[in-house]
């Protein structure tokens, strides 16, 4: 099933704490329908010292966020968008904002 945020994507946050804040999405986990966004849903992790960390301490990771918790930032107004699935006469699948505007192909059309 196509999703409506995929990886590298910039994508507002439009419920919970961190509602407002935009950020460029690194990993999808289409499992659970969560992402995980760059600078957002940041919580500290206690480690222990180790070779990679010899002081351990707190560090900041992201943790995911909802799907449903996200909108794709529309490229021209800088604004999240809701978006929708279009087919072209040739047969390929691209996702566009609720105005029309393109945002990107989701699955080219097929060779023959």
């Known amino acids: 099933m196509a999703r409506h945020i995929k990886k590298g994507d910039m994508v507002q946050v ?3 704490d961190q509602k407002g804040v935009t950020g460029r999405v690194i990993r999808v986990i289409p499992d659970k329908e969560q992402a995980i966004v760059e600078g957002v849903n940041l919580v500290y992790k206690h480690v222990r010292p180790s070779q990679k ?3 351990g301490g707190r560090i900041r990771i992201e943790r995911p966020i909802h799907l449903s918790n996200l ?3 529309h490229p021209k107004t800088n604004k999240g968008t809701r978006v929708r699935f279009v087919s072209d006469s040739k047969g390929a699948k691209k996702r566009t904002a609720a ?3 393109e945002i990107g192909i989701v699955r080219k059309a097929k060779q023959k």
């Open 14 to 16: 439009i419920s919970g």
């Open 53 to 55: 960390n010899p002081q």
């Open 71 to 73: 909108l794709p930032v």
């Open 99 to 101: 105005d029309g505007t």
